[in-house]
């Protein structure tokens, strides 16, 4: 069996029913209710529940073989796992943002809030930015709105929020979307399988 970690939600909802269409179908997620885990001996595959930010330490940590994770995550994390494919859901981008008409004062030290410390810290050392990256967890548009941080740097998809709180899109960093990731060790043991599953979801994508 190939054990499948999905991401709670409707990336989660989206990855199943691709790999639903693909033959491996494993149930109605809505169906589950507090259950966190379904099988299909006949289809071969073994899906789990977990949090979005999770689906890679259980992919890294052998506890799934392969699952479905965001492309920030990776970045943000960098875990030990082989990115197989881009399944091209949950399409957005990774921004830095501020109040309309801000002016970066190359001279000062820009202040940055964000969750995704790590893609921010990295994005701003290849410009030679000096940046205070400042850690927050939600309402990060709240940030430069209070004056605390001069940016933002976070997921952005219609920009709505954005703009409702007089916000704009200053540089994006990088596209975001959902990929298809596997243990490196199992990789080794279940290729036959593994590959078979992505050349599947690969066809159906490019369709």
């Known amino acids: 069996m190939l054990n499948i970690a999905l991401p709670k939600g409707r990336l989660g909802d989206q990855a199943h029913e691709l ?3 693909a033959g491996y179908t494993g149930g109605n997620l809505a169906d589950m209710g507090r259950r966190l885990v379904i099988e299909n001996e006949a289809a071969g ?5 977990v949090e ?3 689906v890679a330490i259980y992919v890294e940590h052998g506890a799934a073989d392969i699952g479905i994770v965001g492309k920030d995550i990776l970045e943000e994390d960098r875990p030990d796992v082989y990115e197989l494919l881009d399944l091209k859901l949950g399409k957005c981008r990774m921004c830095a943002a ?5 002016y970066d004062e190359a001279r000062a030290v820009l202040r940055v809030a964000t969750k995704f410390t790590g893609i921010a810290e990295r994005y701003y050392a290849s410009l030679g930015r000096e940046v205070d990256i400042i850690k927050l967890n ?3 548009e709240l940030a430069p709105l209070l004056g ?11 920009g709505k929020t954005l703009r409702d709180n007089d916000l704009e899109v200053i540089a994006e960093i990088m596209p975001i979307s ?6 490196k060790v199992v990789y080794q043991f279940k290729s036959a399988e593994i590959s078979a599953l992505r050349d599947s979801l690969e066809e159906m994508t490019n369709d």
């Open 19 to 21: 790999l639903s269409c």
């Open 45 to 49: 595959v073994r899906y789990f529940l």
């Open 52 to 54: 979005p930010s999770d």
């Open 98 to 102: 501020a109040k309309k008409g801000f």
């Open 138 to 140: 939600g309402s990060i």
């Open 148 to 158: 605390l941080s001069d940016v933002i740097v976070d997921i952005v998809e219609s």
């Open 178 to 183: 959902a990929r298809l990731i596997a243990n």
